[in-house]
């Protein structure tokens, strides 16, 4: 039997924004800055009456954690972390998986990153705040997940990166934690990666990690990204960039690379019965191809086409069109936008674009401070250079879909902080025509 998603709330109280597009709304303002959670981590409640979001200024070393009601536009925050900055913010998801007892009232708990006397933590929590349980690890989670009976996370790079030496590769990767015990246990680790990628030979244990896992829908395997790429952004280096999609069953065994090029994250429908994926055009052609993959076809894919599209697609609720990032100019800048893909007939819309920002740049030198690392020479010249292209919190989109289809959520900058807005689908779609198919 098949249920109908939860219906999420008409946002009749929010206000337009049409510098980000038409059909654009706005639901946070400043003073201070708001954000989602990142790719692939669904912020929106079980049911669709709220989103999870962090509340922060700029100069502030810890950020709050909290909600927005859909249904009134408020805000209230039940927590906080210092472990907010950066690509991941605190890594903040629904844990409606929670291996442990679930609240009497049937309400999901809350999982973020935070730190606890100078060591890395895995917080668990009622929306509320009540009830919070605290994990302590060695080494901050780069991401993380559940299936019902354990937390799998992943721990950030390893590497003879400039200004000092980061953990072991041997002793870094993917985790499994028993919340009755509290116990962390290594279920794969960097090295065994790196064994199995068809580059090893022309890799250096510069900045590697596993980021990204995820239980597939199918809850019999996990799924992860390796790579190198996150510092490329900002400085170069002799090694190829690397992003590879991995695959294990839940105990770490039958440890697999999918594949060996730059990909984007896999996305699945919430039957887990077909997904998405970024793979490069052959010959180093423009544009990304994307893979589709039916039914129980065990991770390989059957290629659709070609399209022209960015990072993280990720597929619509219906399975008949995904939405991704591309990029756009505005005023004769380069600025991020977001495009809806239609996978039966091959258009594209955009359906909302970024204001050009002139935020400073000055993500990477925080983030090191933040983790007690001293930024390498390389790095601050770069930054002084303006060529990073990050903002102060790492800002990306993050365009995410409501369980009904209704709405995409994402973040845009406004001034020097991050703000939530959200694309009314249905409206876009209508008005909105297709800019040529997308689709070669």
């Known amino acids: 039997m098949t249920h109908a998603p939860p219906r999420t709330p008409d946002l009749s109280w929010a206000e337009p924004d049409p510098t ?11 003073p201070f800055g708001h954000r989602h959670t990142y790719y692939a981590h669904n912020p929106f409640s079980r049911d669709g009456q709220a989103v999870l979001l962090m509340r922060y200024r700029p100069q502030d070393v810890r950020a709050e954690v909290g909600l927005i009601d859909l ?11 210092a472990s907010w900055r950066g ?7 629904w844990a409606s998986r929670w291996p442990g007892p679930q609240p009497a009232d049937g309400v999901d708990r809350v999982l973020f990153a935070d730190t606890e ?23 901050m989670a780069r991401s993380a997940t559940m299936d019902g009976r354990f937390i799998y996370a992943t721990t950030p790079f390893v590497g003879q990166f400039p200004g000092g030496d980061f953990a072991p590769r041997d002793r870094t990767g993917l985790f499994r934690m028993d919340p009755s015990t509290g116990q962390w246990k290594l279920l794969v680790s960097v090295n065994d990666c ?55 069953r839940l105990d770490g065994s039958a440890l697999e690379c999918v594949n060996d090029d730059k990909a984007g994250q896999p996305s699945w429908r919430p039957t887990g019965r077909d997904g998405v994926r970024r793979v490069p055009a052959p ?71 970024h204001p ?50 209704r709405y995409i959520l994402f973040n845009s900058m406004d001034g020097d902080v991050s703000q939530l807005f959200a694309i009314d689908v249905a409206a876009a779609a209508r008005s909105s025509p297709a800019a040529g198919s997308s689709r070669r």
């Not at 705040?129 to 690890?137: K, M, N, P, S």
Request: proline share 8%.
């Open 194 to 248: 790196l064994a199995l990628h068809p580059r090893r030979d022309v890799i250096s244990d510069w900045h590697l990690f596993i980021k990204q896992v995820h239980v597939h829908p199918r809850e019999d395997a996990l799924l992860m990204m390796f790579g190198n790429d996150c510092w490329f952004q900002v400085l170069p280096h002799e090694n190829p960039p690397v992003k590879s999609v991995y695959v294990c």
């Open 117 to 139: 006397d100078g060591r890395a933590c895995l917080v668990v929590t009622q929306p509320g705040g009540q009830d919070a349980q605290r994990f302590v690890h060695d080494h």
């Open 71 to 81: 249904t009134s536009g408020a805000v209230r925050t039940f927590g906080d972390t």
């Open 283 to 353: 010959g180093g052609q423009p544009g990304e191809r994307l893979a589709i993959h039916r039914g129980d076809a065990d991770w390989r894919m059957d290629f659709l086409g070609e399209f022209t599209i960015g990072p993280h697609p990720l597929l619509g609720p219906d399975g008949q069109c995904f939405v991704s990032e591309k990029g756009a100019e505005r005023g004769g800048r380069a600025v991020r936008a977001i495009a809806l893909h239609d996978l039966i007939n091959g258009g594209e819309r955009t359906v909302a674009a």
């Open 87 to 93: 690509l991941v913010g605190a890594n903040l998801r």
């Open 356 to 405: 050009p920002s002139d935020a400073p740049t000055t993500y990477f030198a925080q983030f090191l401070r933040h983790n007690r690392r001293p930024a390498p020479a390389e790095l601050v010249a770069a930054i002084g250079r303006g060529d990073s292209p990050d903002d102060p919190v790492m800002l990306e989109p993050c365009p995410v879909w409501s369980h009904d289809g």
């Open 20 to 30: 980000r597009g038409p059909h654009v709304l706005r639901l946070t303002r400043g």
